[in-house]
């Protein structure tokens, strides 16, 4: 099936059980941040912005935001991400460390998904993505609980991260390999965009001046 859509808006009708397990994939090198490999973005502090009453981690902002809106919400990181892992759990956050993270998104996203296999489905988000608002998580949420397959949100015409996927997808999940990511399972199947007022499905942080966005 190629790239079918269905649109519905975020006023959508968000039931109290059944979330879905919130993933955040923050195993990646962030080598176009710095090429050296000395500074991990992840870690960079985020410049306090208009609506922000202290300035945070990148990873842990990501992180909180979904956790504000799902129950059950993993952080998946690279193993010798030892002082990133120490700043997650500070902030409260979980997090599971993937062995093969270095082979790709795919193998993280995999283990992700294992690790949580029971769940009745999965909002999955880049940790470099810091600006994503809750209200967003809270509506692709609801989406698939809602009966949607795939959920992606849509600013302005334009699809952006997270994606939330449901039960249906799991073994394909399973199987994703390499850097790809998920993108072949959402090319392949029914996707359900919905509308949000939401700029910051669209950025992540690649570079120090990625920083400065939302300031």
């Known amino acids: ?49 208009e609506h922000s009453q202290h300035s945070q981690h990148i990873a842990v902002q990501s992180a909180q935001r979904m956790a504000a809106v799902l129950p059950t919400t993993l952080v998946v990181v690279h193993p010798d991400a030892l002082r990133l892992m120490t700043v997650l759990h500070e902030a409260g956050c979980v997090t599971s460390c993937c062995a093969d993270a270095a082979a790709g998104m795919g193998h993280t996203l995999a283990h992700a998904v294992r690790t949580c296999a029971s769940a009745s489905g999965w909002i999955i988000a880049l940790a470099d993505m810091p600006h994503v608002k809750s209200s967003t998580i809270a509506a692709l949420d609801a989406a698939i609980r809602d009966g949607a397959d795939i959920a992606v949100p849509v600013y302005l015409g334009q699809r952006g991260n997270p994606v939330g996927f449901s039960r249906q997808h799991r073994d394909a999940l399973l199987r994703i390999r390499g850097d790809r990511g998920a993108r072949d399972i959402v090319r392949m199947s029914l996707v359900t965009e919905v509308e949000v007022d939401d700029p910051g499905i669209l950025i992540d942080i690649d570079t120090p001046e990625d920083l400065l966005q939302f300031a």
């Open 1 to 49: 099936m190629a790239d079918a859509t269905v649109t519905i808006p975020t006023t959508a009708t968000i039931a109290t059980t059944g979330h879905c397990t919130g993933i955040v994939l923050a195993a990646g090198r962030g080598r176009r941040f710095d090429p050296s490999g000395l500074q991990d973005k992840l870690l960079q502090i985020l410049p306090l912005g």
